[in-house]
């Protein structure tokens, strides 16, 4: 098996961090003309949290570099076994549907008892966790701002553990992971437009996890990034209602007791 970086991997590497900045860049200029379905007002972006843009645009780029290296080599140590890269055979859309679904089913049960993990364990929530939750009002372009440590274990092992698991070719895990930031792009982008098809097909949406991210919502909504079958087995989901405010935008309000 030769290690080599192809067209192909390039393509599949690069074509997640494009569809982020370009996904995020679309909401970011949204942001500013759709006041009505905001969750919070603007300049409690720059008020409310306690890391600069500056800094999670860096740290971003961080993890995207990373990221692209660690898929590269995932490419080069797994290309001998699909049998579709190297004899040119194209996949058929069943199998890339079951492939799909499979991923996703691994990926939110991988970042659920990961994810809830961290917030019960002081330390790591403290050390590691802690740094993506300095985004107390979410946006766009900071939805994979994290500890570097935190990245290696969400994202590059949680999602090459999805790859690898469901047998996706390059180009396929380029549109899976493709598909996986846009969802997390959205889930942090902290606006409900009603026409959104990811509010549509996944009752995980903005609202769900901009819950998570307020002080009353820590140890609750821990499922990411599709489906809240998790939460809902294990009793952290917390419901939510969306009331709509005088100056514009939504107020989210909590439907459960809780404990602070």
Known sequence: ????????????????????WVYGGLYTILGYSCNNYRLHPKEDEDEK????KKTVIKGVLGQQFRQFIATNLLYMITRGNDPGASSGQSTSFFVIARQFIVAMFVFD?????????????????????????????????????????????????????AIYISGMSPLTSAFFSSFCNMKSVDDHCGLMLPWNPFHIFFTNNTAYHDLHHQLYGGK?????????IW????????????????????????????KN
């Open 220 to 228: 609750y909504n821990f499922s990411q990034p599709f489906f809240s």
């Open 1 to 20: 098996m030769a290690f080599e970086i192809t067209n192909e991997m390039l393509v599949g590497s690069l074509m997640p961090v494009i569809v982020y």
């Open 231 to 258: 939460d809902k087995i294990l009793g952290t989901y917390m419901p939510y209602s969306l009331e709509k405010r005088e100056e514009g935008g939504f107020k989210l309000r909590p439907l459960k007791e809780f």
């Open 109 to 161: 049960t991988y970042q659920y008892f990961l994810h809830r993990y961290l917030h019960q364990n002081k330390f790591l929530y403290k050390h590691l966790h802690s740094k993506h939750h300095r985004l107390v009002v979410s946006y766009p372009f900071g939805a994979i701002y994290s500890h570097p440590i935190e990245g290696l274990l969400f994202d590059i092992i949680g999602g090459t553990m």
């Open 49 to 52: 949290n306690f890391a600069s």
